[in-house]
């Protein structure tokens, strides 16, 4: 008998299937993006080095058996700003996979603005790194900025294109190439992460092997537009394939289209 949860789902793109229950608080001009006084350095990098880098190299070990594979290939690019785009299928879990596959380099996350909407937590994480999406102009031309900086700084910046949490899925959703213009734009090369769940040895619950992959480039001989999707192809294209090494499927997903009748 097959015990496993079945989840039926009606739009790839859009719908959420995260637990968290927040009520999103407006990204406006008022929010502030950069945060370099003296104090919110220290307040970083007490919040990041000492919190979080050792939190997420506990929590996926001790809950996932977590497992990176290929981190060798950032090592060259620790001087360079550069864009990581991964997939997204944990809610806590995805919040410090990105801060172990280079522990030397500081990572930035774009994210959705219940990041920081929760009532303690949503203080902190800016300091944990979190760059959320904006709601207006005004607060888009402060996030872009910030974006900027962060790149001309030889920061990393984690961008998760499916945008919405899916638990334990096992393959690529379809996403938009909307978030490539980015490396378009500064000229970074930009790297994947595939989380992919695997059978353990001991254990019902599936390992999370991280497999990075890059650099990839912005092919220049094309116009811009074409650029990004370019780009964004040859990324989700690799992820597919690397999604294919996963052997395990904790939550089956169906389209509820295709359980008519």
């Excluded at 370099?36 to 929590?59: D, G, S």
């Excluded at 603005?113 to 005004?138: C, F, Q």
């Excluded at 992919?196 to 650099?215: E, L, N």
Aim: charged content about 30%; overall charge positive.
């Amino acid at each position: 008998m097959d015990k496993r949860k079945v989840i039926y789902y009606s739009d790839e793109c859009n719908d959420e299937f995260s637990v968290a229950e927040i009520t999103a608080k407006k990204i406006d001009g008022s929010y502030e993006y950069y945060r370099e006084k003296p104090w919110q350095r220290l307040a970083r990098f007490f919040a990041y080095r000492m919190i979080a880098i050792p939190i997420a190299y506990i929590y996926p070990k001790l809950v996932f058996h977590h497992k990176v594979i290929n981190r060798e290939v950032l090592k060259p690019f620790l001087k360079e700003g550069y864009f990581i785009y991964g997939n997204h299928t944990q809610d806590i879990a995805d919040a410090f996979i990105p801060n172990v596959l280079s522990v030397r380099k500081d990572n930035y996350v774009i994210v959705h603005p219940n990041n920081v909407s929760m009532p303690v937590l949503g203080r902190i994480t800016p300091y944990l790194g979190a760059i959320p999406l904006p709601d207006d102009r005004e607060a888009y031309v402060n996030f872009v900025n910030t974006i900027e900086k962060r790149i001309e700084e030889k920061k990393g910046i984690i961008i998760y294109p499916e945008a919405h949490i899916w638990p334990y899925y096992t393959k690529i959703r379809p996403f938009p190439d909307t978030s490539f213009h980015y490396p378009v734009k500064y000229g970074t090369p930009v790297f994947c992460f595939t989380n992919t769940y695997q059978k353990r040895r001991f254990g019902k619950k599936p390992r999370i092997v991280t497999y990075i992959d890059g650099p990839f480039y912005p092919d220049t001989s094309l116009h811009p537009r074409k650029q990004k999707t370019d780009l964004r192809n040859r990324v989700y294209e690799c992820m597919c394939e690397r999604a294919k090494l996963s052997d395990v499927e904790q939550i089956k997903y169906i389209k509820k289209e295709d359980n008519d009748g």
